[in-house]
């Protein structure tokens, strides 16, 4: 079986083709390819014959055994590129809007290399918004109600922990920031709101309440000592969660050129969805404007960091180690 051959019995016999998978994975690959077509047929009719006439459990058989002979990146492909969509019937419905129903019209679209972007309107309610094309439709994204506010709202966990971080020198005091509680009793800046609306359309799911931006330096840590750097010295920084773990993470590694430490920004394409939070994009800009006369250290980028609501993450912070 190709690919052209499952999505062709995927749009004609949904039925057949999810049997046949059942048929699969309930006995292997091995024995669909070994077993004689009628010992699998008599398996069939003790099993599921009262369902099934002698004919369709043919078809059911057949399909198995082809399947059973696709490796498991082709049947990957198969699954995820066929015409098996599943959605949630709660999901984004392309010209819907997703407030009240109601048909949306369209505006300016963006063209990207993979899609597009349609911003749209709702005559029924005046919400606006954008949809996301990835090839086909995606999802909703960038959503305000009638009144300009974000939709859906935040999440409770995360309106209940606002709290107002004072106005310093280094960058004006925002409205979205606000504290949260972590596992080592300590507190750290939750991320903005407007971080968490820049990004959900990346990440639908994620409960931005348990999120904040922490960094740590290399050359204070604990284990700095002893396991070697491919450099000078580097810190780690992005989304971390107040569970463990982080969401994105990129890296600002110093390498000696010219006798000269200069830092550079390494990253995977995870982290590529950090330029749609305003609080990244004014740390680049920031860290743009300073390093115009000179490679700026370590220690002044720890500093812009922390100014910009990052938590130092280190064993020893940036006060510490310089109090």
């Known amino acids: 079986m190709n690919y052209e051959q499952f999505d062709k019995l995927a ?3 949904r039925v057949t083709l999810l049997t046949a998978l059942e048929l699969l994975w309930q006995n292997g690959r091995t024995m669909l390819q070994t077993e004689d077509e009628s010992v699998l047929m008599a398996g069939c009719v003790a099993s599921i014959g009262g369902f099934y006439t002698k004919e369709k ?3 059911v058989v057949t399909a198995a055994k082809e399947l059973a002979s696709l490796e498991t990146a082709e049947m990957i492909r198969c699954l995820r590129c066929g015409s098996m969509e599943m959605k949630d019937p709660d999901a984004d419905k392309e010209g819907i809007c997703p407030i009240c129903g109601g048909e949306l019209e369209y505006g300016d679209d963006e063209p990207l290399d993979n899609g597009g972007v349609y911003e ?6 005046g919400a606006t918004g954008k949809e996301g094309y990835d090839k086909v439709f995606d999802k909703h994204y960038d959503v305000l109600d009638g009144d300009g506010n974000p939709y859906p709202a935040p999440s409770d966990s995360a309106q209940d922990t606002a709290l107002a971080v004072p106005e310093t020198a280094e960058r004006p005091a925002s409205p979205y920031a606000a504290e949260v509680l972590v596992m ?4 750290v800046n939750a991320l903005p709101l407007a971080d968490a609306a820049g990004l959900n359309a990346r990440f639908p799911r994620e409960d931005w309440g348990e999120y904040f931006w ?3 330096c290399f050359s204070r840590q604990n284990y700095a ?3 070697p750097l491919d450099g000078v010295d580097e810190i780690m920084l992005g989304i971390q969660c107040t569970q463990g773990g982080c969401l994105c993470v990129l ?3 110093w390498h000696m050129l010219s006798n000269e430490p200069v830092p550079q920004l390494e990253m995977f394409d995870e982290a590529w969805p950090l330029f749609h939070a305003p609080t990244f994009v004014s740390v680049l800009e920031q860290l743009t404007q300073m390093s115009q006369d000179h490679a700026l250290t370590p220690d002044e980028v720890s500093a ?3 100014a910009n609501g990052f938590t130092d993450q280190s064993d020893r912070p940036l006060e510490t180690a310089n109090g």
């Not at 749209?120 to 309610?125: E, M, V």
């Not at 080592?184 to 507190?187: C, L, P, Q, T, Y």
């Open 11 to 13: 749009c004609g016999d």
């Open 57 to 59: 459990l043919h078809e």
């Open 120 to 125: 749209w309107t709702c005559p029924s309610c």
């Open 184 to 187: 080592d009793g300590s507190r």
């Open 214 to 216: 922490g960094f740590t």
């Open 225 to 227: 000592k002893t396991v």
């Open 251 to 253: 890296a600002i590694c």
């Open 304 to 306: 812009l960091l922390i």
